[in-house]
Structure formats: C-alpha cells, structure tokens
T-cell receptor
Framework: GAVVSQHPSRVICKSGTSVKIECRSL??????MFWYRQFPKQSLMLMAT?????????EQGVEKDKFLINHASLTLSTLTVTSAHPEDSSFYIC????????????FGPGTRLTVT | GEDVEQSLFLSVREGDSSVINCTYT??????LYWYKQEPGAGLQLLTY?????DMKQDQRLTVLLNKKDKHLSLRIADTQTGDSAIYFC???????????FGTGTKLQVIP
C-alpha cells in the first residue's frame, strides 16, 4: 500500500519556540493532505485540510496563525507550530489521499510533540 | 454534523472472533473505513467499504454494513495477540473530503 512518512517522529521543544513537522507521500502524489491532532485516549481531531498550491482550510477552533500549514508540492506538506506552549503537546498525525486512488486515505506514523 | 460512535473497549480470547461495532449518523456517507492504531503509532488503513456494498471480506477481516440502520461492523476471525490495538471506524461523504472518526475501540486479546 501507499506510504506516508512524517518527520520527526518525536520532538521536545521549549515553550515559545516553533516546531516544523513534515509529511511526505513516498510513492504517490497527494493533492490533498490532512493534519490531525490526537489527545491521549481520544479520537483524532481534524485540524486542517491542505491542498497543494493553495491555502489550507482550517477547522473551527483551530488558530491558523498558530498552526501554519504549507503544501508546496504534491508529495510534501508541513505543519509549523508557532510559539509553542505546553498545551500544544500532543500527537500530530498527517494523512494523504492518493491523487489517482479511490479516495482511501493513508496515514503517517505520527509526531509526538512535547513542549516543556 | 457528522457523528461516529463506537464502544470503547472489547476483550476477547486468542483464537476467538472479535466483532467491533460502529454507528454513524450521516446518511450521505459514501466511504466507511476501519483503521488500526498500535500504541504510539499512526493509523493503518485496514479496509474500507463503499456505501452501496453490504459486505466486504479480506482474509481474516469481514466488514458488514447495514445502511438502513447506519451500522458498520468489523469482524476479525481467529483473533491473535498481535491484533491488540485501537480500532477506529470512520466515514466520509466523498473520496476527497474529510474523514470523521469514531472514538476508537480498544481491543484486548487475552492469550
């Protein structure tokens, strides 16, 4: 099946700094990528939908100036958490849809962010 | 809005069958998915079914869809300890739209 990678897999940063997370589709082109956030023992919450070459669409309640999303190519989307705070600590998961696929969505392994 | 619900926990003995249930509210759902998440890892797509299908079987996995009742189930035959994980039911209206996830069902397999 299709593979989606994320980098880094785990990051610890100090409060007030910014962190960038990369999401790559390795063997397919993805015009649409999604960013999710998962809190402990909870389901995934969609943060934003990222379309290649256009601005991301953010879900209600997600601060677009805090969670910057860039989808510059058909295989790469980035999520930058700006001025991170401890409450931003979470598991961030991206997913991508195969441009030529039937609509199935493939997920990355996730990035665990800890803000100290 | 869309809502997807699952029971939170299921415990089965190794070798038995597991059945994980899911209900959804969006009658426009077109795609229904089952994902597996192992501890500390991302999601793995197990299988999906289109809303015009009643059943889909893939090796040990059987998905049943009752569109009238908006009920989806995942049956795992001959459950193994490696099947222990959280299983998420999810739905989307069309292939390129956002996916709404259930809360996840934690499957515990007892040796």
């Amino acid at each position: 099946g299709a593979v989606v990678s994320q980098h880094p897999s785990r990051v610890i940063c100090k409060s007030g700094t910014s962190v960038k997370i990369e999401c790559r589709s390795l063997d397919f082109q993805a015009t649409t990528m999604f960013w999710y956030r998962q809190f402990p023992k909870q389901s995934l919450m969609l943060m934003a939908t990222s379309n290649e070459g256009s601005k991301a669409t953010y879900e209600q309640g997600v601060e677009k100036d805090k969670f910057l999303i860039n989808h510059a190519s058909l295989t790469l989307s980035t999520l930058t958490v700006t001025s991170a705070h401890p409450e931003d600590s979470s598991f961030y998961i991206c997913s991508a849809r195969d441009f030529e696929g039937a609509g199935e969505q493939y997920f990355g392994p996730g990035t665990r962010l800890t803000v100290t | 809005g869309e809502d997807v619900e699952q029971s939170l926990f299921l415990s089965v003995r190794e070798g038995d069958s597991s059945v994980i249930n899911c209900t959804y509210t969006d009658s426009s759902s077109t795609y229904l998915y089952w994902y597996k998440q192992e501890p500390g890892a991302g999601l793995q797509l197990l299988t999906y079914i289109f809303s015009n299908m009643d059943m889909k079987q893939d090796q040990r996995l059987t998905v049943l869809l009752n569109k009238k009742d908006k009920h989806l189930s995942l049956r795992i035959a001959d459950t193994q300890t490696g099947d222990s994980a959280i299983y998420f039911c999810a739905e989307s209206r069309e292939g390129y739209q956002k996916v709404t996830f259930g809360t996840g069902t934690k499957l515990q397999v007892i040796p």
